[in-house]
T-cell receptor
Framework: GAVVSQHPSRVICKSGTSVKIECRSLDFQATTMFWYRQFPKQSLMLMATSNEGSKATYEQGVEKDKFLINHASLTLSTLTVTSAHPEDSSFYIC????????????FGPGTRLTVL | AQSVTQPDIHITVSEGASLELRCNYSYGATPYLFWYVQSPGQGLQLLLKYFSGDTLVQGIKGFEAEFKRSQSSFNLRKPSVHWSDAAEYFCAVGPYSGAGSYQLTFGKGTKLSVIP
C-alpha cells in the first residue's frame, strides 16, 4: 500500500514556541491530505482537510490561526502549531488520499507533541 | 451528524480464540463503514470497508465484518486470533463528501490484548 511519513515522530517544546509537523506521501501524489488529533483513550478527531494549492478547510472549533496548514506540493503538507501551550499536547496524525486506490486514506504514524 | 460507538474499551482474548469487536454507528443515510487497526508506532491500516452490496465483508489478515442495517452495527470478527493481532482497532463511518473523498468519523477504539 501507499506510504505516508510524518516528521518528527516526537517533539517536546516550551510553551509559547511554534512547532512544525511534516506529512509526506512517499510513493504517490496526494491532492488531499487530512490532519487529525488524537487524545489518550479518545478517537481521532478531524482537524482540517488540506488541499494542494489552496487553503485548508478547518472543522468547527479548530482555530485556523493556531493550527496553520500548508499544502504546497503534491507530496507534502505541514501543520504548524503556533504559540503552543500545554493543552495543545496531543498525538497528531495525518492521512493522504490516494486516487490510485479508490481515494483510500493512508495514515502516517503520528507525531507526539508535548508542550511543557 | 454521524457518530460511532465502540462499547468495549479493552478486550483480552487467548491466542487461537475467536474475536468479535463491536461497532455501532449513527448516520442518516447509507453509511460507508471502515475498520482500521493501529499498532504502536504505526499508522492506521485499513482492514476492510463496506460501501454497498454483500453485507459480509472480507478484509486483510483474516478479518471480516458484517453490516446489519437493522441494528446499525458493523462488528469485526476473526475466527482465530494471533498474538500479532494485539493492537488498537477503530471503527469509522465516512459519508461521501464529493470528489472521491470520505470524511471519516472515528470511534474511540478498542484495545485488543492477546494472551499467549
Amino acid at each position: 500500500g501507499a506510504v505516508v511519513s510524518q516528521h518528527p515522530s516526537r517533539v517536546i517544546c516550551k510553551s509559547g514556541t511554534s512547532v512544525k509537523i511534516e506529512c509526506r506521501s512517499l510513493d504517490f501524489q496526494a491532492t488531499t491530505m487530512f490532519w487529525y488529533r488524537q487524545f489518550p483513550k479518545q478517537s481521532l478527531m478531524l482537524m482540517a482537510t488540506s488541499n494542494e494549492g489552496s487553503k485548508a478547510t478547518y472543522e468547527q472549533g479548530v482555530e485556523k490561526d493556531k493550527f496553520l496548514i500548508n499544502h504546497a506540493s503534491l507530496t507534502l503538507s505541514t501543520l504548524t502549531v503556533t504559540s503552543a501551550h500545554p493543552e495543545d499536547s496531543s498525538f497528531y496524525i495525518c492521512s493522504a488520499r490516494d486516487a490510485r486506490v479508490g481515494n483510500e486514506q493512508f495514515f502516517g504514524p503520528g507525531t507526539r507533541l508535548t508542550v511543557l | 451528524a454521524q457518530s460511532v460507538t465502540q462499547p468495549d474499551i479493552h478486550i483480552t482474548v487467548s491466542e487461537g480464540a475467536s474475536l468479535e469487536l463491536r461497532c455501532n454507528y449513527s448516520y442518516g443515510a447509507t453509511p460507508y463503514l471502515f475498520w482500521y487497526v493501529q499498532s504502536p508506532g504505526q499508522g492506521l491500516q485499513l482492514l476492510l470497508k463496506y460501501f454497498s452490496g454483500d453485507t459480509l465483508v472480507q478484509g486483510i489478515k483474516g478479518f471480516e465484518a458484517e453490516f446489519k442495517r437493522s441494528q446499525s452495527s458493523f462488528n469485526l470478527r476473526k475466527p482465530s486470533v494471533h498474538w500479532s493481532d494485539a493492537a488498537e482497532y477503530f471503527c469509522a463511518v465516512g459519508p461521501y463528501s464529493g470528489a472521491g473523498s470520505y470524511q471519516l468519523t472515528f470511534g474511540k477504539g478498542t484495545k485488543l490484548s492477546v494472551i499467549p
